[in-house]
């Protein structure tokens, strides 16, 4: 079977109202490591069937052939392909993705770059997010625009990416700390568990102001970060 019929013979598994997903998991392994680079825009035109029809565990195969056969070239259509919501948790996509970020952050960062300036708010978060994974301190300033968002979601995200420089660069701790006064208290809360990992004690008073906040969760989350914060003697 040449790899484009064994491509054929994995959709046409994927298509059955009672798919075998052993044989589709194999054939999707064997295709993702067999180096036919002719298959990638039929691989990404499948792909995009698969989000249309809101099909995750297809979307799944599918974006793990792309990135096996195209390597870093995939992050530009997984990013977006991440950015659809089919209500699935996406761990195996992003496992996909995460792994590309490791082996190329530079791709990773071209890839996200474009993202964070789209008009869709979901496209800018997942580009946020990304950036959190490849960004250098020469980012603090784009994530100084980004915690500014109107979307709750992209400044969620900038807190995440924040968190991976707060260690190192006080600017990132500031940006965090006045995220702790965001509106909504997801932001609240990601903001938090960044400083939390940060371990800056010169957030720890902020964070305790959050110990009395109207929301339960951010209030939970004020006392594990607070805890983290405060020096042992």
Known sequence: ???????????????????????????????????D???VPAVEAALEEALAAGEFFARDLI???????????????LLRASARDLGDDQDSLLAEVVDLFAQYPGAARAAALPLVEEPDAR????GVWTLGFASGPQDVELFARTAADESG????ATAGALGSHAAGLPKAVDLLIALLADPEPQVRIDALAALGESRQARALQAVRTLAE?????????AVI???????YQ
């Open 63 to 77: 974006a793990g052939v792309l990135a096996g056969l195209n390597g870093p070239d995939a992050l530009p259509v």
């Open 1 to 35: 079977m040449t790899s484009a019929e064994s491509l054929d013979h994995l959709l046409a598994l994927l298509l059955d109202v009672d798919p075998d997903f052993d044989e589709s998991i194999a054939l999707a392994d064997e295709l993702a490591a067999c180096g």
């Open 213 to 221: 906040d109207p929301d339960e969760g951010v209030r939970r989350w």
């Open 37 to 39: 680079l002719s298959l």
């Open 153 to 156: 979601e992209v400044r969620g």
């Open 225 to 231: 970060s607070a805890d983290r914060l405060t020096p």
């Open 123 to 126: 496209l800018r978060a997942v």
